[in-house]
């Protein structure tokens, strides 16, 4: 499944929109270069505009969404896509939950649909310091390692059978059940789903070791992997 | 078929024109082809440790901007006429280096017959160093034994697997060579300096050589001798063993360890 970004704009200000896509795709081009998007707004603007400033930032506008942008999106020939209600959000990291023993889980969760991704990436080289890899809407296996002022980012898993000394982001888009699973944990900063955590807060028996990173009722735990 | 060799380390001061000097003289005493290029447009300083400092009339600026020949500017070792230098200029600033003109003076060194171009980098990641490393076949990667210098070492060699010509064209990648300079065993032992063992661990790429920290390698550029030519030097009998392996020799590594000092040389103060 195609992963979607969705953009609301909380000021007409296009300049400042345009202003902060930039500053965006600079900090994380792989992720901005060629990301969905659908356009959301909370204040009137010009669609055109808008657009415009978006599309110069690198992304693909797939549609809009939202009353105040319904009028102009006709004119402009893009489709009108209905609110995201929250409850859309695909199982990913299906195959992960199976494979873990959940006996807590409530009932009421429906059983998640069998491998909505497909996709994985491998990279077989070391990450270097200022290197940036970025798996969309992927898993991301490195069979080296990840040196100290690397960053390695995926929608899914990360799984690096290496070192572990700069940073790595589990659940980029938002899935809260990614993990991160290193030969030799001695990171810079972990994250997943937009929880982090930074080395000084990650002293512990697991430093050095292999470990796993995952999200515990929205805090991040590091457990021993031998 | 000429080889282009970048010497590199992002760092400043860790060894990249001395490493450049020996080795380019090492390659030439074997009887190569060789041309050396200092890059460091603003801040020359191959000319002086290659002592031809006094006899720099055009550099590799005049040159890519067509104001001299390459042959003018090329100037000819006085021990070994195989091997060439191109001072940088002294006066101009970085902008005046561009793609097009170092792409020139690399092939017309290539239709010169050249075996070897060394290319010696400037510190940074800033154009100098980008475009010495853009055209390059191989590398050496220069680096002491301390953290800041192998954490730049690590971002360059992110960069020689990135942004060079041969990635563009989805060529062999550059081979990468370590050249880990200024080692002292003993400081090692003490705890004062990362061990071969954690440079090789943290940056993953074969070791080409140690050179041992030594007052040789300072005297030998105040002098303008590339430490190379000192053979009773230690430093200039690893930068031998380096080339020696460059060339595919095999020769262990030797100054890695500390040396146990024998009875007499405790008893004469050595």
């Known amino acids: 499944m195609l992963p979607v970004t969705r953009i609301n704009a909380t000021t007409d200000d296009l300049a400042a929109i345009q202003a902060q896509l930039e500053s965006m795709a600079r900090q994380m081009p792989a992720m901005v270069q060629g990301m969905t998007a659908v356009l959301e707004t909370s204040v009137p603007v010009s669609l055109a505009g808008y657009l415009s400033a978006v599309r ?171 | 078929m000429t080889k282009i060799v970048v010497v590199t380390s992002g760092k400043g001061g860790v060894g990249k024109t001395t490493t450049s000097a020996s080795f380019a003289t090492g390659l030439a005493q074997r009887g190569k082809k060789v041309a ?105 990667v220069v680096t002491n034994p301390e953290v800041s210098s192998v954490r730049d070492s690590d971002r360059v060699l992110g960069l020689l697997a990135s942004k060079t010509r041969r990635v563009e064209r989805n060529e062999a990648r550059i081979k990468e060579h370590l050249v880990l300079t200024r080692y002292n065993p003993a400081r090692v032992l003490k705890g004062e300096m990362l061990s071969l063992e954690d440079v090789t661990e943290i940056l993953a790429i074969p070791v080409l050589g140690v050179i041992p920290e030594s007052t040789a390698v300072l005297n030998s550029s105040n002098a303008g001798t590339p430490v190379i030519t000192l053979p009773d030097a230690d430093a200039g009998q690893a930068y031998d063993d380096l080339v020696s392996r460059f060339l595919g020799e095999d020769r262990p590594l030797r100054f890695t360890t500390v040396e146990k000092k024998g009875l007499f040389s405790k008893w004469l103060g050595g």
Request: proline share 5%; hydrophobic share 45%.
């Open chain 2, 36 to 140: 050396v290029i200092d890059f460091d447009v603003g801040l020359r300083n191959l000319d002086l440790i290659m002592g031809c400092e006094r006899r720099v009339v055009f550099d590799f600026v005049n040159v890519i901007q067509g104001e001299a020949s390459l042959r003018q500017a090329l100037i000819k070792d006085k021990t070994f006429p195989n091997l060439h230098i191109l001072a940088a200029s002294q006066t101009r600033d970085k902008e005046a280096l561009t793609p097009e003109g170092v792409e020139k003076v690399l092939n017309d060194l290539r239709s010169e017959g050249f075996d070897y171009v060394v290319c010696d980098s400037p510190a940074g990641i800033e154009r100098g160093a980008h475009l010495a490393m853009y055209f390059a076949d191989e590398a050496l």
């Open chain 1, 56 to 226: 110069s930032s690198g992304m693909k506008v797939v549609g809009v969404s939202g009353a105040l942008l319904e009028a102009d999106a006709a004119g402009l020939g893009l489709p009108v896509l209905p609110a995201d209600t929250g409850a859309a959000k695909p199982a990913r990291g299906a195959a992960q939950t199976a494979s873990v023993p959940q006996s807590a889980a409530p009932e009421t969760v429906p059983a998640p649909a069998p491998a909505a991704r497909t996709s994985s990436r491998l990279i077989a080289d070391p990450i270097r310091g200022g290197q940036q890899i970025y798996a969309r809407g992927a898993d991301l296996t490195i069979t080296h390692q990840v040196g100290a002022g690397a960053e390695v980012v995926a929608d899914g898993n990360i799984h690096i059978y290496g070192r572990l000394a700069g940073r790595a982001i589990a659940g980029a888009d938002g899935d809260t059940q990614a993990r991160i699973f290193c030969r030799r944990f001695e990171p810079e900063l972990v994250a997943i789903a937009g929880v982090y955590a930074v080395a000084e807060q990650l002293h512990g028996e697991w430093l050095g070791k292999p470990a796993q990173v995952f999200l515990q009722d929205g805090t991040l735990k590091v457990e021993r992997l031998d």
